[in-house]
């Protein structure tokens, strides 16, 4: 055995090493086809048995016939032994395939094995006949030393134009000598010929002659540049899924043509844009069906005819059914038109050319507005301010920011698509010029409603509807007549579910979709995903002119929809498991509160459904909210004192400027200006500059001259406070830190001193609306906190936009700041009273560990932990490179616990990245959902915090609520799914129908171009069904009583589980599915919306 295998090896290394060069192919000489040449000589070089010396031995290549030689690409010209270096191995490659093609088939272990086949060279009369049908295939000749690539124009190749069959033309006619076809293997030089004989009467024109061919010409008149049909369309498919320029397109071909630089062609760059950009105007059209309308101008398109319409979408006449609209109440949310608007600023474009020099070829055919009146329109309304969001999240796109225009025409695009399947809308895109404004927002929203009947309701998710739907009708109204909706439909206004966090508590409970009644599971962010897909692009389009920018956005918006119609199928059929798997979970959760609760459902119940019934009933979801507020307090306090003065018949009065209640309030002022002041000291004098320095010099006299009005005023309800003000004048302290001398800062005896109501009693009343007030702006600005953290780690890169985004997280620290403080100086204040008074004080001091939000990830994951601690992670660990300690170098109050990474000075970043880790860890351990503990300031209007039994029986309703709600949303995700599978298919056959309908032109190729059309739709249409067969209820109309049994029974059973589709730990626990019902009801685990694309 072993000396078989040592035989085997000597045997492998005595083999002949394949190394090959071939020579004498030289063709120089092509005037004689039957002059003997010598035979080719390969070299074969072997190493000796004792691997010291290479033995060459030479091998004569027999041809098979001497007429015809072999085209092979051989690339090396040395006759010597090649050495065996990987480079010289891989160079004699292709002379390793001409010897094997030459000498046959080889042996190898015995076996007959067959090589690939190279061609064999030929001379140049074959060459030129064997391409006469391809004239662009690339051609080699030897030229004595080497291969070099010749056109088959040089070798005496002419193509005749007009003569299918290849018969010779009677009456050709030469085009330019310097006639150039570009291919997708380069630049060719051709020899063209036109016809003018019989066979083209017809088509007499060169245009029309080429065009047959499948070359497109550059120029419509005496063109002498063309482009293959396969170049345009491979262009057109790369460019649409690859997002590849024009420009690094053309510099490929250059490339593939000659990369030395020895060929000189003309630049035909621009002749290439233009070409592309008419073909794919050509194919929108003849994908439109304009081909097909013979009595139809081209020219009298009408506005997005060419746009493809979103057959999940409800389209009245196309896919729904008849009597509609005399469903039952409760199946009406089944044709509801979901829309969502959104603006993206990455599409700009720049001060480059103009209608005039670059228009359209079919702006506001597809996508697009009409471009003419719509920039009429907004000449109008160039006064107009840009929109203002409550989260802010516009800044940090710079929609609002002065110079948001600059050098560009065109700061963004707004943009309308069904919100459910992310279909862009006909008409629905519109340039912006400056910021997000509400009248270019108010057009494209008329526009795309004029493309669904007004019976039909819609609900509109836009991230600013808080406030765009203040006044919205009486906006949509003003607009021309030609783009107002011919009815106004019925309108709800709804936030995307991500978005949603960065608005005011109540923008949450009002505007969210997870509480919305008919809106199943819909997220509203899947317009984000569009921005994802279109970005790309943004480079390109930048540097173009406005009409051809608009083509190519509706080119590429064209093909998301149709990709978004071949996706349909998987995605329903995703949707349908995952709500097929969480309803079940969810009822299960339901079922076990509505047991535990049992005598107070029927009243929680009523209360959501009167809320729904009617929007100013109390909202079941809202915490209770104080109605004690500083202004209230005031005006409590005017009405006792005026009552006061007439009870003792007193002069009247000035009671916005005299009153007791008017005197501390106008020391609270004193004291937040004070506070305000600490503030900016606090922020901006660690490194201030010169500008920084004096406007808070000048900030430092307004407020001294402010505080010696209010110590004149201050005499006179508190006389005591002159003496104790001149003793402590003789240590001068800067304005802000100035006693103010309030009632509870003064002794119980001082204070009595005082003539007069009972200053006491009056500061505690507005102390009491001040730690109010103070916890709700606290919450809110929590809430933008929480979203702009997101937002930046999720969307916000490079430099410039991470410096803004943290200009805003730093101001919004910074009120965070300001409002705890301003809430622990009323509490401190309160407790001092309330110690004097020996009365119950309801509000809890505030700590550091207190200030954090609802859904923080602090308090617990959401969706899953390991994402949350990923993103977390990526957050902190640069916060300790940076440094989170503020300028001041004190602990900020807002921060989120009480770990601050780097708190050591002879600490290194290295050794706090660790502590941060160790102790990050430990916190994600312990905090998952089931010991999630929510703030204090979360739970009571009042601020106490406490257990309750009216805290507890408000949480346990809005707990219910939520659970109610989410059950719900996941029962009408399920009619949803139903309805639109069956709308899908629907709308294939009212396609595939109209196709057909076109097949009556009479032209053999228009006809089976459209009965082609018809084809895929019903092809698609099959495909479709057979997907849903198991989840489709066959031949049920939703409404009929049929439908009704299904309502009782939810279809969760009727299509088998997908263990795939489904998490390990989804089993049938219900208590498991109550403890993770919290998880799903706010944000969903991908954190982009319910129902990603794959």
């Not at 098979?64 to 051989?74: I, L, R």
């Not at 007004?454 to 509109?460: A, N």
């Not at 990474?901 to 998952?928: F, H, S």
Request: charged share 30%.
């Amino acid at each position: 055995m072993g000396s078989r295998k040592r035989s085997r090896k000597r045997s492998q290394r005595s083999s002949p090493i394949r190394t090959f060069t071939a020579q004498d192919f030289d063709d120089s000489d092509d005037s004689d086809h039957d002059t003997k040449r010598s035979k080719p000589t390969a070299f074969i070089s072997s190493l000796s048995t004792d691997r010291r010396r290479v033995v060459v031995e030479p091998v004569n290549l027999s041809i098979d016939s001497p007429a015809k030689k072999v085209n092979a690409p051989v690339a090396s010209s040395s006759s010597k032994p090649i050495s065996s270096d990987g480079f010289d191995a891989f160079a004699s490659f292709s002379a390793d395939l001409l010897a094997e093609e030459l000498q046959g088939a080889s042996k190898r272990k015995g076996k007959q094995r067959e090589r690939p086949k190279v061609k064999k060279l030929v001379c140049r009369e074959c060459i030129v006949e064997q391409h006469r049908r391809k004239p662009l295939d690339i051609i080699e000749k030897w030229n004595g030393k080497f291969f070099e690539r010749v056109s088959l124009h040089t070798l005496g190749l002419s193509v005749q134009l007009g003569h299918i069959d290849g018969s010779l033309c009677q009456s050709p006619r030469p085009a330019p000598t310097n006639f150039t076809v570009i291919h997708t293997n380069g630049f060719h030089r051709v020899a063209v010929n036109y016809c003018s004989c019989y066979m083209t009467l017809d088509q007499s024109h060169p245009r029309q002659q080429l065009i047959r061919y499948e070359w497109y010409p550059a120029t419509h008149s005496a063109p002498q540049t063309c482009f293959t049909f396969r170049l345009l369309e491979n262009f057109h498919a790369m460019t649409l899924l690859g997002k590849i320029s024009a420009y690094d397109y053309y510099r490929a071909l250059e490339k593939l043509t000659d990369d030395c630089g020895r060929l000189q062609f003309k630049n035909r760059y621009r002749s290439f844009r233009r070409a592309a950009r008419q073909y794919r105007h050509l194919k929108m059209l003849k994908r439109g069906g304009k081909g097909n309308d013979a009595n139809i101008d081209v020219s009298k398109t009408q506005a997005g005819e060419l746009a493809l319409l979103c057959p999940a979408c409800p389209q009245v006449g196309i896919n729904l059914p008849e009597n509609w609209e005399n469903t039952s109440t409760d199946k009406k949310f089944l044709y509801t038109m979901f829309l969502a608007v959104d603006a993206c600023f990455r599409l700009k474009r720049k001060l480059v050319s103009s209608e005039e020099a670059d228009p359209g070829l079919g702006t506001g055919w597809a996508y697009m507005v009409e471009d003419e009146p719509y920039r009429s329109y907004l000449k109008d309304r160039t006064s107009e301010t840009e929109m203002s969001s409550c989260s802010g999240l516009a800044a940090l796109d710079h929609a609002n920011s002065r110079n948001a225009r600059g050098n560009y025409a065109t700061s963004g695009v707004a943009l309308g698509r069904c919100a459910r399947h992310e279909m862009i809308q006909p008409n629905g895109v519109g340039d912006l010029q400056k910021g997000e404004r509400y009248c270019n927002v108010d057009w494209v929203v008329a526009s795309l409603l004029r493309y669904h009947d007004h019976k039909l309701k819609i609900c509109l998710s836009y991230d600013i509807c808080c406030q765009y739907c203040r006044k919205f009708i009486d906006r949509i109204g003003a607009l021309p007549l030609h783009v107002r909706p011919a009815a106004i439909h019925r309108f709800l206004f709804v936030i995307p579910k991500l978005h949603i966090y960065g608005h005011k508590l109540s923008c949450q409970l009002a505007y969210s979709l997870n509480l919305t009644p008919g809106v199943g599971r819909t997220d509203g962010e899947g317009i984000e995903r569009n921005w994802a897909g279109q970005g790309p692009i943004a480079t390109s389009t930048t540097e173009m002119g406005p009409g051809s920018r608009h083509d190519t956005l509706d080119d590429h918006w064209a093909n998301w929809n149709w990709r978004k119609i071949l996706g349909l199928g998987s995605l329903l059929t995703r949707r349908w498991k995952l709500t097929k798997t969480w309803l079940t979970k969810q009822q299960c959760a339901f079922d076990i509160l509505n047991r535990n609760q049992a005598s107070q459902v029927p009243v929680w119940k009523k209360m959501v459904e009167d809320f729904e019934a009617d929007g100013s009933k109390p909202n079941p979801y809202a915490p209770p909210t104080s109605t004690i507020t500083i202004q209230t307090v005031r005006e409590e306090l005017a009405r006792e004192y005026e009552s006061n003065l007439k009870t003792l018949g007193g002069p009247d009065q000035d009671l916005a400027s005299n009153g007791p209640g008017e005197f501390i309030l106008l020391a609270l002022e004193m004291e937040e200006r004070q506070r305000q002041l600490k503030e900016d000291a606090r922020v901006k004098l660690l490194r201030p500059t010169s500008k920084q320095a004096a406007d808070l010099l000048d900030k430092r006299v307004k407020l001294r001259r402010l505080l010696t009005a209010f110590e004149r005023k201050q005499n006179r309800f508190m006389p005591i406070v002159s003496s104790l003000r001149v003793s402590a004048a003789e240590i001068p302290v800067q304005p802000e830190n100035v006693p103010l001398y309030l009632p509870s800062q003064l002794s119980e005896a001082q204070v009595k001193s005082c003539t007069g109501p009972d200053l006491s009693v009056i500061e505690a009343r507005f102390r009491n609306a001040q730690c109010s007030e103070s916890l709700d702006e606290m919450r809110n600005q929590l809430l933008i906190k929480w979203r702009l953290r997101t937002y930046k780690g999720l969307h916000v890169r490079h430099q410039e936009k991470l410096r803004r985004s943290n200009t805003l997280l730093n101001l919004n620290e910074s009120k965070i700041h300001l409002h705890s403080q301003r809430y622990q100086d009323a509490w401190s204040a309160l407790h001092v009273l309330s110690l004097r008074t020996c009365t119950t004080l309801n509000w809890r001091e505030l700590k550091r560990s207190d200030i954090r939000c609802m859904e923080d990830p602090e308090d617990g994951p959401v969706g899953n932990p390991r994402k949350n601690r990923t993103t977390r992670t990526t957050e902190e660990r640069a916060e300790v490179v940076t440094g989170s300690e503020n300028q001041s170098g004190d602990r900020d109050l807002s921060s989120d616990n009480d770990f601050e990474p780097g708190t050591d000075e002879d600490e290194t970043p290295t050794e706090a990245l660790k502590r941060w880790q160790q102790k990050r860890d430990k916190i994600v351990k312990q905090t998952g959902e089931g010991k999630r503990v929510v703030s204090w300031i979360w739970v009571a209007a009042d601020g106490a915090g406490y257990a309750s039994d009216d805290v507890l029986h408000n949480s346990l309703r809005i707990e219910w609520a939520k659970t109610y709600a989410r059950l719900n949303r996941w029962k009408e995700e399920s009619f949803l799914l139903i309805e639109e599978m069956r709308r899908v298919l629907e709308a294939f056959k009212w396609t595939a129908s109209v196709w057909q309908g076109r097949a009556v032109t009479g032209n053999e190729a228009k006809d089976a171009y459209a009965l082609r059309q018809a084809d895929v739709y019903s092809s698609l249409g099959q495909k479709f069904s057979t997907m849903w067969q198991k989840v489709v209820v066959q031949g049920v109309e939703l409404g009929d009583e049929e439908a009704d049994d299904y309502e009782e029974e939810p279809p969760v059973s009727s299509m088998p589980q997908d263990e795939d589709e489904v998490d390990e730990d989804e089993g049938g626990d219900p208590e498991e599915a109550l403890n993770t019902g919290d998880e799903i009801s706010d944000v969903d685990d991908d954190g982009n919306g319910d129902f990603d694309e794959e």
